[in-house]
Structures are given as C-alpha cells and as structure tokens.
C-alpha cells in the first residue's frame, strides 16, 4: 500500500509539475512559435528561389568558394595509394615492368526523374584518369609520389543542374594482365583527360590495338558522395574499396545503377578487402587553406535536413551529428580532427523576459535557416541582419557563446530596403518564377569602404552605441529621391544628372529677353544683340574681365551667322565698342571680331531674296511688336 | 450757340448711352480675351505635364507586374448570361507614401535683386481656424502695405488700351451716323467754349487740363468728356489719344530712342546718342544688359584705359591709304573743298579698281609699296595734278549709320583712320580722314600717354594695402558692434582720393575692380599671391572672408582652367558654381530635406544658398507671413540686404536646421557681391541629410574676421 500511496503522491506532485511544465511550453511556444515558423518558410523559399545569396554578404565573405583569383576553390582531393590484386604479385614480378593500373574516377550524376524517363537520367562526368601503383611495397614508395585527383566543388553545386538527385564517385581500374606494349601506358600516362567525347574513341582504339593482347580485366568500385538528402557521406580520411571485375561493357551506355551491380555481390562485405581487389586512397575536401578544419562542413550541400531542425522548440540533445559511414568504407582517423569544439548556448527569454530556456548546438549553423555560418561573428550578424523579429544578444561564454534571443517587440515589418527598388520593381521583390529583368541602374560593384575589422564586441550589449551602429547600417542612398521641380520620383536611370547643372534655367532666359524687350527708348537693333549677348553670358557664365576677349570671340563664332542674318552688325561692332569703353576689350579684340564676323559673313550661303526679306524683318519697323510691350520702362528710368 | 445746344441736348443723352455700351462691349470683350488667354496657357501648361507624364507611363507599360498566385485572381460575374465572367490575376502594387507639401518655387543658381513690394500681392490662406484664432493678423498685413492689396481697382477701370480702342470704336459712329452733327464736333474740335459747355455737368475742376488734351481728339470730345462724368474719374486723361495712337505708327520712336544703326531709318547722331543704350544698360560686374543684380550701372565714361594701347600702328593699311598723301595737301584741299564731279561710287574698296582715276602717290614718309610705283608718280607731286587725280571727296555719301559709326569709332581708335574705314567696310581710310578732317571741330584729341604715372611696385603696394586694412579693421573693432556689414557698391567721386567721404572706405569695405578711383587707392583689395589652395589663413583673400578674385589673384588659379573643375585654388566655388550634386527627398526630420550625392571632406564646398535679395524692410514684411506659416527661407545677408528663398531658390534651401548641424553657412565677398556659401563643417557621407544652424547670423563670419586680423598683429 505504501509504496502505492507514495507513488501515487508522487504523481500528485508530478503532475501540477507536468502542467506548469506545459504551460510554461505554451508561453514559449506563444513567444517564438510564429516567427520561427516564418523564418523556416522563408528558409525554404530561399533555397528554392533565392533573392540573396549569402556569399555575397560581405560577413559570410568566407563562404564566397570564388574570391580567390586562382580559382583553386575547394575541392575533393583523391590522392591514390594503390591498387591492392592478390592475383599478381608485382613485387616479386620484378621482370615485369608493368606494376601500375590505369585508373579512371568518374562522377556520376543521378538526376531527378523527369516525366517521360522510365529510370533516373544519369550523368557522368569524367574527372582524370591516373596511373595508380599495382601492390606497391609502402616502404619503397615515398608518400609524395602517390597520383593524386581534384574534383572541384563546383561539380557539386546545384548551380550546374537542379535536377541532380545524388553525386558518387566511380572507380574503374584498368588492368591489362602482365603483358602491355609499352605505347600503351604512354598513351594513358596524360593526366586530367576530361573530354567526354574522346573517351569512347580511345578506348576503341586501344582495344584494337591491343587485340591479339590479353584481355584487359576492368574493376570497377562507386562511393557515394552526397546522398539523396544531399548530405556529404565522405568525410576526409584514407578509404579502402573493394572493386568490382565487371565483363566489358561499357559503363556510359547503361542506364542502370551501379546499386544493382553490387547487390549481386555474395561476398560478405569484409572478405573482399582481404583480398581485393582494393583500390586505396585518401580522401580530402580542401577549401581555404586559411581554415583547413571547416573544410568538411563548407561545401553548400552539406545542410542539415529539414526534418532535423523542425523541432528546435524541444529541448533534443544535439549530439555531434555523425555522418553516417559507409560500410563499405574503412574510416581512419581524419587528418584534420579534432578541431575545437564551440558550443553555442541559445538563452531564450519570453513572457517579459521573465521565463528562460536555454539550448545548446555544438555548430555554427544558424537554428532558423540552417545556414552554416562558419564563425561566430558571422552568425552573430546573420542573426541581427536577417531575423529581426527577435533581438539577440551576445554574451561570452566559457565553452563557447551565449546569445540571448528575445522577442523584438519594435518589429513593424516595415520595408527597410531600397525605397528605388520599390518603386521601379512593382510586384518584383519577391519573384516566384525564377529571375527577372531588373531596372537598369548602375552600381559600384568594386568598393572598398572603411570597414572596421569583424569583431565580436560589436555585438555586445551597449547602453548608447546602438544608435550610432545602425546609422552606418543605413548609411548610401537608402531612399527615394524626387526631382525639385516637379516632385516627380526620380528614376534610377536620371541619378547622375543634376537638375541644376544648368546656369539659365529657361524662365531666366525669358526673363531676360523680355526685360530687354520692354524698354520704350532702346532700338530694335540694340536689343536684339543685348538678348544675344546677355544668353551668351548667362550661359556661359563669365565671372571675370579676362575672360571677356574669350567671350566675346565664343560669341562671334556661335552667334555670328545669326547676326549677319539678321543684319546685325553695327550694332554688334557698336556693342564691342561699348565693352571697350568699359575697359573689358582691347581694340585688337574688336578687330579680331570684326574680321572673324566677315569670314563668317563670306562663308555662309547666299540668301534668297525671300528669305532675306523676311529674315531681316526685325530690323525693319515692320516688327514693333505689341504695343503692349512698350509703355513699360525706359533706360533712364533704369540709371536713376 | 442755341443750335449746338440743342445738338448737345440731345447728344450727350445718346452719346452717353453709346459710350457706356461701347465701354460695356469692350471691357467684356477683354474679359473674354483674357479668359481665352488663359485657357490657352492652361492648356499648354496641360500639354507640357502630359508630355511629361507620358515619359513615365511608358516605363510603366514595359513594366511587367508580377501577379500574386496566392491570392485568388479577380472575378467579375455579370448578372446576364451573355456577359461572360471576367477573370484577371490579382496583381498588388506597393503603397506609395504621399510627398511632403511643396510651395512651387524656381530655379536660380544666382542671386536675384527685386524691388520691394508695394502692394500686398496675396492675402495668404492658412486654413480657416488660423483666420479665426487671430483674425487681426491679415488686417495688420495689409496695414503694412498701406492698405494697398493687389487687385483693387483703383485706378484700373479705363488704361491707355481701352481708352485708344473706345476712341476707335467711337469714331465709327461719328463716321457712320453723326453727318449732322459734323458741324457740331467741328466746333468741338476748334472751340474751347463747347468743351466747357460739354463739362458743365461734370463738375470737376481738375477736368479741365484733361479736356484741354482732349481738344486733339477728333470728334469725339462729347462723349469722352460723358465717360469721365460718367465714371466720376477723378484723375486726369492719362495719355492724350493722338500721342498714343501715333505710337503705333511704324518708325515712330520716343525722342531720346536713337534709331537702328543697321536699320533704313539709321539717323547721323552724336557717339553718346549711339551708344546711350548700351553705356545705360550694361553691368559692369555681371557684364550683362540690364542684369537681376544689380540695379544701379555706373555709365563708362568715367573709366580709365590701364594701359593706352598704340593707337596708330604708323603703318598705310594699303596703295591708297590716306597716309599716302602729303598731310599738308589733303589738309589744304579739305579746308578749300571744290565741287568736282563724283567719278568713284560709294561703297568701293580701295582696291577694287579707281586705278586709273586715283594714281598712288608717293609720300615722302619711305614705304615699299610705293617704293614700287615711286618713279611713276614721282611728277604727281605737284598740288594741281592731286587735285586733279583724287576726286573730291565731299561729295562722297556718308549715311546716316555710316557717320554715326565714324563718330562711334574715332572715339575708340582717335586716328587710327585705317582701322575705323576696316570696321566700317564701306569707306575707304582716305575718305574717312577727310571726313574726319571735316569733324575735327567736335571730335576729341586722343589722351596723352604720359597720363598714366607708372606703376609702383607691387610689393610695396601690398605693404600700404596692409597697414591701411589694419587700420580698417582696427576702427572695426574699436565700433564693437562689427554685426554691421554693409552691401558693396561702386564708389564713384572723380577726383577725390578714397578718404573718409568716400562710401566704400564708410562702409568698411574695400574698394574693388569695379570702383571709379584709381588703381593706386589705398582701399584697394589686391588680391592674394598664393601658389597654394587658398584654403588657410595664409591667404589674405580667405583670411577678409572673401572669394579669390580672377581678376587680381593672378598666381592661385582662379583665373585658369575655366572650363575644367578642378581648379588649384580652392577659394573660387561659390563663384564658378562648383556645387555638390544634391538630391531631394522627405526629410528624416520634416517635410523636405536635402541629401548629398557623394561623400565631401570638411570645408569642402556644397552649394551656394540663393534667392531674391530684397531689402531689410521688404523682409520684415514677408516674415511676418512666413513666421505664421512657420517656414521661412529668409536668410541674412548683411546689413542692407536678405535673402529670401522663397519664391526662387535652389536646393541647398530644402536644408533643414539643426544644433549640431554637419553643414555651415558663410557671407563671403564674391567680386564685389555678398553671397552665401554652404559648407561642410565635417566629412559628410554619401546620402546624408544636410543640416545647418539657422541661428548662426551669418553676418557673425565677418565679424571675427577683425578679432582674429588683431590677434595676427604682433
């Protein structure tokens, strides 16, 4: 009875526990449920159609696989140990020269099935062929010596086909018993033949050549390097393959998998190593040489599932997420590990910040869209710039790290972008089918601003540097522009020109030829050239009495033909004297004027008559225009 | 008398009928006019926003919009079964914040003199709880104008226009209708009894001088004499009829207008009369005719040459120059002129032919040309075979234009005889000098050379200029209130030296280029010497708060590379207009507020803050309007002037105030004018709002200039 009276109590106390526990989930859940599940989908419609590339960030600069200019992006490095056959012994087969295999490493590709494809398409891409060492003795060959491969990264990347399901490696050893022409190994012995097309002629070639030869036996081993969930299943690390002896048939020209080959196997999986044939290798993903130990985890498949991550509200122990082995792989230990481990604590406050939860991840990934971030800084700014709805707070920790996410009850969901790109991409920000055309408008795409060195302390709770931080956030031209005149948004296309670049904006113009024209006392003659001279000036802008001969000679030449038109010239000649009087010109200024006009004058294509005439009206007194105009002032009305 | 007045009984009844209807007609007809007018620069106006807004319409429709698939696609069902339903992809455009408020105002990138208002010319609206809170402001407005309001009809019920135009009107019934009353208007016309008869019933006394104008108006004395009493017109007829209408006359020209040189009309006048319009008109320091700065033009003539330029090159221009003659023939035969036949048509150039008729002949002054034909024409020597060979030139035509060009010239060029016929084209030199032969009576000997003293050295030039501007600056701060900092203008006195009368030296400023006193007037500013940028107070321009001036600081740069920006002397912006890009946008404060294009270091450079430049008074009457609309464009200049954004402007006045503001405003000196420069107070980033203090009188940078020239003094 005791014991069940205690264990009873002990479920009376246990479950007020269970319910505050409960509700104490709810309150969590009701705090961090939403954006979390905003933050996912947004995840994922940025791994289907990104609108930002994270590379690109200048704080995920790391993750940039191409800013080095020699193009020596990450890759896999296959370095070949040897080709192990119990059937030959090469060692004591000293007559024989022949101790080495012809080696090729094949990609392969297994698409997606598209609709009318009975089987998944597959691609194979072939990456080099080698010469690899038949049984070598370890105690004679030097370690530097051992043929080596590079498969780039880039080979990897969806960027090539969004179809591709699943990435493995195929080995395909060819071994032509003890006797080969010598031809043949100089043939192979060229390195990195990666044209496709050449591949099916050689090996025609060759196998004719070598007709009356033995025939070659060929072995073939496939690794998987990405699965399907797209996770990376070769780590770094020295691999020993069983291989395969396949009839010869040409691999290219099936379809089928390579799976169903090996399931036909009957060995039992650990035989075949005893004695082969093996092919031995070392495996290593080579990124930054900077950072060798992240070398892993940087290639941009290798994300966490979905499936992993959608249960971050639950406390779930994160244990280091192996990767899963092969068995067929024999896994020594890594050259890289181990590398220092960081254990990021994220402190949840809610309910006012009353009420905490903490949960701990060993990786730099960040928990809403999996990102791998790589560095703490990185994560800490990916975090404060691209999950505003929570505020983060970072907090140095003994092991690692400690940010504290709360709500960002501020959050408004306002645009904070580029106000130009709202306004010329209606509709466009967030594109569901694939790129679009966007405004043409020019950006400085090589810019090196002052940028204070990444450092941690910037994350670090301030009581006033916060303002500041966030202007140089917002620092450029972060908004919509209007033209002064008409209020009219300016588009990205008029940003280089000044609305005021002009110096007579077109009223002053008028202004001026109007003032002009409203004096009673002053002659047609004369105000015809004062207008002239004054939109001359004003365009031109002279500031100085030296700059008068200038202006005056720029003024022949760009207004002379209409001068002589217009039967202009004494008062034009008159005009120079007055600015001689004024003491602006010399009388060489005047002459050089004058002759210039009669060259003008003598260059330019007789009138007609009619035109003359019509021309030249305004001299006349046919033109006195509008009495209207007159009445208004006088020059000595001015003077005074 | 009894006839007329019985004429006159029934007349001025109908007269005064026909008037009014005739004033009526016309007055509407103008209405309409001007209502046309402006329906057409309304639809001109309509026609350039089109344009306008067609440009970006066209960006719209190239513009795919991308519809939203998550929403369900518009649907329209129509109640009759014919109509098919319409379906359309929902497609959602971003809300588009509204602007700030924008007065309209216009572009300017100069300043712009304008008189101050005499008449209110808006009663300005500011929402109605305004005009009910503090009703006696608009009331106090107008006081300010003296109750003047732009509009009120004063004296605007009949101008020159209408009253020419109803005179017209009116004489075609005196044409059509009125025979029989002929022999009355003829007796208006003539006699001054009738006109008293007419004005009987008007009964004003000032009409009299009015009526004795009208006394040239044909015929229609009544019923202008009706329109006055009629509208009880208390001021005189404005113009007389025939004045005005003999105004539209062609070529009729006021009497001081001297007619087109280039015209047919072109009249033989006086040099000044030629040249009164351009003399009157120019700006001497905007070099400009009539220009919006400056209103008053000192008149030239009172100008100095610097340097006398070699008026006559001693050279013959050709075979029959006029310098070919022997001086004394021409000079004998001018003073006995005889009446020989014309064999030489006017308009020849020397050149053309006249061979025959006018031998060259040979001077004694040594000449390679007539080095030439020398032996030939060695026997034309003799006075009888002159007379003979060169025609008389008396009886060449000089027309109108042609002679007040000589008089023109020969006051720039004196006896540069070959260089005036050049310019004129259409005489020889030889005809020239006997013309001017002719003239010698009214026109003026050529100055003297020796006029000019030589120049003293410049270093000790800049020594006086120093000493002389410590005392300046001394007397300055000895007034204390240095706030005072008066407008510039030319000082003119002939023949006074630059003492205490002179304005300049009054008004604490320096005389510039442009001044009347010699070049060797202590108060002269002589520009700097630098060879560096003009940025520090090494430079004795930058160090007076003024701008370099191209034309006395020859070494820094400011007089190179106009057309380039890069200019070594960094003291020159406002004056070339070297201003930032600027861009408009909402404020981060209010309304609007202006953003910088690229990034700027400290003391660089922005923009220069422009508007109208009215007078202290003027500005205190539109602030009391701008105080109450709470934005105000008005900014110091000195101590008689203000400038007012407002109405003109440029961007820099979107620029909103603050007390730690990234941008200040400096007064500087700029070739004789004040203007406002903006200027960067720290390194600006790209986009950054700019801010200035408004507080800061400007005026204030003038100020310290004297306290820190003290400090300098050792």
């Known amino acids: 009875m005791a014991p069940q009276k205690y264990s009873a109590q002990v479920m009376n106390c246990k479950k007020p526990k269970m319910e505050q526990l409960q509700a104490d989930h709810e309150l969590f859940l009701q705090a961090f449920e939403k954006p979390t599940q905003i933050y996912r989908f947004l995840r994922t419609r940025n791994l289907i159609a990104p609108i930002l590339l994270h590379r690109t960030l200048n704080f995920m600069s790391h993750r940039n696989s191409r800013t080095n200019a020699k193009s020596l992006t990450s890759h896999l490095q296959l370095t070949f140990t040897g080709f192990f056959h119990k059937n030959d012994k090469p060692c004591q087969n000293s007559e024989n020269d022949q101790n080495s295999v012809s080696l090729e490493v094949l990609l392969v590709k297994v698409c997606h099935k598209k609709r009318k494809d009975v089987s998944c398409p597959i691609k194979q891409v072939p990456t080099g062929k080698k010469q690899v060492p038949l049984n070598p003795n370890f105690s004679q060959t030097k370690s530097g010596a051992f043929p080596s491969l590079l498969v780039s990264s880039n080979e990897f990347e969806p960027s090539n086909s969004h179809m591709v399901k699943s990435y493995s490696l195929l080995f395909r050893v060819s071994h032509t018993g003890k006797r080969d022409p010598n031809g043949f190994i100089n043939c192979e012995t060229d390195e990195n033949i990666d044209v496709k097309e050449e591949l099916p002629s050689r090996k025609k070639r060759n196998s004719s050549h070598r007709g009356d030869g033995e025939i070659p036996e060929t072995f073939v081993a496939q690794m998987t390097v990405f699965d399907k969930n797209r996770r990376l299943q070769l780590l770094d690390g020295e691999y020993e393959v069983s291989m395969q002896q396949i009839e010869d048939c040409p691999v290219s020209k099936k379809r089928a998998t390579w799976e169903t080959i090996l399931d036909g196997k009957r060995l039992p999986p650990f035989e075949t190593f005893s004695q082969g044939p093996t092919l031995q290798f070392t495996l290593r993903w080579t990124g930054d040489s900077s950072d060798p130990s992240m070398a892993p985890v940087a290639k941009p498949l290798s994300t966490r599932t979905l499936s992993e991550l959608h249960l971050l509200v639950r406390k779930q122990t994160m244990a280091k997420d192996s990767v899963s082995t092969s068995m067929q792989t024999r896994r020594e230990q890594s050259p890289c590990e181990p590398r220092q481990k960081l254990r990021i604590f994220y402190q949840f406050l809610y309910n006012n910040n009353t009420r905490q939860q903490t949960e701990a991840r060993d990786d730099l990934h960040c928990p809403w869209c999996t990102l791998n971030c790589r560095k703490l800084y990185s994560l800490l700014k990916h975090l404060k710039l691209s999950h505003s709805r929570f505020i983060f707070n970072y907090v140095p920790h003994p092991k690692g790290a400690r940010i504290d996410v709360s709500i960002n009850e501020c959050y408004d969901g306002s645009y904070v972008g580029n106000p130009q790109d709202i306004h010329s991409q209606p509709g466009f920000a967030f594109s569901r089918n694939g790129p679009v055309k966007r405004t043409a408008v020019t950006h400085i795409l090589v810019c090196r601003p002052k940028r204070f060195k990444p450092s941690l302390s910037e994350f670090l709770e301030s009581e006033d540097g916060e303002p500041e931080q966030q202007r140089t956030y917002v620092s450029g031209h972060n908004r919509l522009y209007f033209h002064s005149d008409s209020c009219m948004p300016l588009r990205p296309q008029e940003m280089e020109v000044d609305s005021e670049d002009e110096r007579d904006p077109e009223w002053l113009r008028e202004k001026t030829t109007t003032q002009i024209e409203e004096f009673t006392d002053v002659n047609e003659g004369e105000k015809e050239v004062m207008k002239l001279w004054n939109l001359h000036v004003m365009k031109n802008g002279f500031i100085s009495d030296n700059q008068m001969t200038q202006a005056s000679m720029l003024f022949v030449e760009n207004c002379g033909p209409y001068i002589i038109r217009r039967n202009l010239c004494r008062n034009f000649l008159l005009h120079l004297v007055n600015l001689h009087d004024f003491n602006l010109v010399t009388t060489a200024t005047i002459d050089r004027a004058m002759v210039r006009m009669k060259e003008i004058e003598e260059s330019l294509p007789e009138l007609e008559e009619g035109q003359d005439s019509s021309d030249a009206t305004c001299n006349g007194h046919a033109v006195s225009s509008g009495v209207s105009l007159h009445g208004k002032r006088t020059k000595s009305g001015v003077s005074d | ?714």
């Open chain 2, 1 to 714: 008398m009894g006839l007329t007045g019985r004429k006159s009984e029934k007349g001025p009844v109908c007269w005064r009928r026909r008037v009014k209807s005739e004033y009526m007609r016309l007055r509407q007809l103008k209405r309409f006019r001007r209502a046309d007018e402006v329906k057409s620069m309304f639809s001109s106006n309509r026609q350039k926003i089109l344009e306008r807004t067609d440009i970006l319409n066209q960006e719209w429709k190239l513009r795919r919009i991308q519809p939203v698939h998550i929403m369900t696609p518009c649907t329209v069902d129509s109640g009759f079964s014919e109509f098919s339903r319409q379906v359309i992809p929902l497609k959602t455009l971003n809300a588009v914040a509204s602007v700030p408020v924008m007065y309209s105002w216009s572009p300017l990138q100069q300043n712009f003199m304008v008189e101050d208002e005499t008449v209110l010319h808006n009663i300005p609206y500011m929402g109605d709880e305004i005009l009910d809170q503090d009703g006696t402001f608009i009331e106090e407005l107008i006081k300010n104008y003296d109750g003047k309001v732009h509009g009120d009809r004063e004296c605007g019920f009949i101008n020159d226009e209408i009253f020419v135009e109803l005179v017209n009107a009116l004489n075609q019934y005196s044409d059509n209708e009125e025979d029989d009353e002929e022999e009355d208007q003829h007796d208006c016309k003539f006699e001054k009894m009738d006109l008293c008869d007419g004005k009987d019933d008007a009964e004003d006394s000032h009409k009299d001088h009015a009526l004795i104008q009208l006394k040239y108006i044909k015929g229609i004395l009544h019923p202008k004499m009706k329109i006055f009493s009629l509208f009880n017109y208390p001021h005189v007829v404005p113009n007389p009829y025939k004045e005005l209408t003999e105004q539209q006359l062609p070529g009729a020209l006021p009497p001081e207008c001297t007619p087109n040189i280039d015209g047919p009309n072109a009249k033989s006048v006086q040099r000044e009369q030629s040249l009164h319009s351009f003399h009157t008109l120019f700006c001497r320091r905007c070099f400009k005719y009539d220009c919006f700065l400056h209103p008053f033009h000192a008149t030239p003539n009172t100008y100095k040459r610097k340097n006398i330029e070699n008026l006559v090159d001693g050279k013959p221009c050709g075979i029959y120059c006029y310098m070919e003659y022997p001086a004394g023939v021409i000079a004998e035969r001018a003073k006995t002129p005889s009446k020989r036949t014309v064999s030489r048509r006017r308009g020849r150039l020397p050149n053309s032919n006249s061979r025959p008729s006018t031998p060259t002949v040979n001077t004694e002054t040594k000449d390679t040309d007539s080095d030439r034909e020398g032996g030939a024409n060695s026997r034309c020597q003799t006075p009888v075979k002159l007379k003979l060979s060169s025609e008389p030139p008396e009886n060449v035509d000089w027309s109108g234009a042609e002679a007040s060009l000589f008089r023109v010239l020969i006051g720039t060029y004196y006896d540069n005889f070959c260089a005036i016929a050049r310019l004129i084209g259409t005489k020889t030199c030889r005809q020239v000098y006997e013309f001017r032969v002719k003239e010698s009576s009214i026109i003026a000997r050529a100055p003297a050379v020796d006029e000019n003293t030589p120049q003293r050295k410049k270093k000790r030039k800049h020594r006086l200029w120093a000493t002389h501007c410590r005392k300046i600056q001394l007397k300055k701060g000895l007034y204390g209130s240095s706030n005072h900092v008066y407008n510039y203008q030319p000082c003119d006195h002939p023949r006074q030296p630059c003492d205490s009368s002179c304005p300049c030296v009054t008004a604490q400023n320096f005389c510039e280029k442009f001044c009347q006193c010699s070049s060797e007037c202590q108060n002269r500013f002589p520009g700097c010497r630098c060879k560096a940028q003009c940025n520090t107070k090494q430079c004795p321009c930058y160090l007076a708060v003024r701008e370099c001036d191209p034309d006395l600081c020859l070494t820094c740069g400011a007089a190179d590379h106009w057309d380039s920006k890069n200019v070594s002397c960094k003291n020159c912006s406002i004056q070339r207009g070297a201003k930032k890009h600027l861009l408009l946008a909402p404020s981060d404060v209010a309304g609007w507020g202006i953003f910088i294009k690229e990034p700027v270091q400290k003391n660089e450079f922005i923009s220069e803050y422009c508007g109208e430049i009215i007078s202290q008074d003027e500005a205190d009457r539109r602030g009391k309007v701008y105080d109450k609309y709470m934005c105000s464009f008005l900014f110091n200049l000195n101590n008689d002037f203000v400038v007012d954004a407002t109405r003109k402007g440029n961007k820099i006045r979107f620029a909103n105030h603050s007390v730690n503001p990234n941008c200040y405003a400096k007064v500087m000196m700029v070739n004789g004018d004040h203007r406002i420069g903006i200027f960067a107070k720290r390194a600006i980033q790209t986009g950054e709002e700019l801010f200035f203090d408004y507080r800061y009188s400007q005026a204030d940078a003038l100020k310290y200039v004297g306290i820190e020239r003290e400090m300098e003094i050792p």
